[in-house]
């Protein structure tokens, strides 16, 4: 869960206002399966009022393909903007792929585990505006103990076509996990992530 003093996206700020943001993900170990709701609210206007308000539910599967070290994760996407309990010409659908390299693994501090990455995002919205985006970069898995581990993931996003191709993005997420021993039980992510936003046009911008 994030306080932020804003929300920034592509291929603008959605609002100036403080917002709440939060995150739960319910994962099946033995097949992959996993599913998330994320939600954006603000603190100072109705749901149905603020820009920066928004749920989003996502499917998926996340593991590594058969034979091999490489990975995948495939799933679907809608987000929910304002208004709840109908469908708005603003709501978007989102089906995603991502192909992981198999792991570089190293030690500075603790054990690492090192892929790249390359993403594939397309959108729909439900009044019929379509574009995709690209992702391309690398994430690391950081074993500090055997309680504690940090997950980065830094990445180019590149719109090669729609109305969100005014730019590129530099993105870096950080999330922090703690599993208790022998428990099976861990307590995560603490995430922080900063994106900059940089348009044709001269917009730029900082999320943090």
């Not at 994320?38 to 998926?60: H, L, R, Y």
Request: proline residues 5%.
């Amino acid at each position: 869960m994030t306080t932020m003093t804003g929300y920034l996206q592509n291929p603008g700020i959605f609002t100036r206002q403080p917002v709440l943001q939060s995150s739960l993900t319910a994962t099946h170990g033995a097949t992959g399966l996993y599913s998330n709701i994320w939600m954006s609210n603000c603190f100072q206007d109705a749901f149905d009022k603020c820009p920066g308000n928004e749920i989003d539910v996502t499917v998926g599967w996340a593991g590594e393909l058969a034979g091999t070290r490489w990975t995948a994760d495939i799933g679907f996407s809608f987000f929910k903007f304002p208004r709840l309990g109908r469908i708005e010409p603003t709501d978007i659908v989102s089906p995603y792929v991502e192909i992981g390299t198999p792991p570089l693994s190293w030690n500075a501090a603790g054990a690492h585990a090192t892929a790249g990455l390359m993403r594939l995002e397309g959108y729909r919205s439900i009044d019929g505006y379509n574009w995709a985006q690209v992702h391309l970069g690398f994430r690391d898995t950081w074993t500090l103990n055997e309680d504690w581990t940090f997950n980065t993931k830094a990445f180019v996003v590149a719109y090669p076509n729609g109305y969100m191709s005014q730019g590129a993005s530099v993105v870096v997420e950080g999330a922090l996990l703690y599993k208790i021993s022998g428990t099976g039980i861990s307590f995560g992510p603490w995430a922080k992530g900063v994106g900059v936003i940089a348009g044709r046009e001269g917009r730029s911008g900082v999320a943090l």
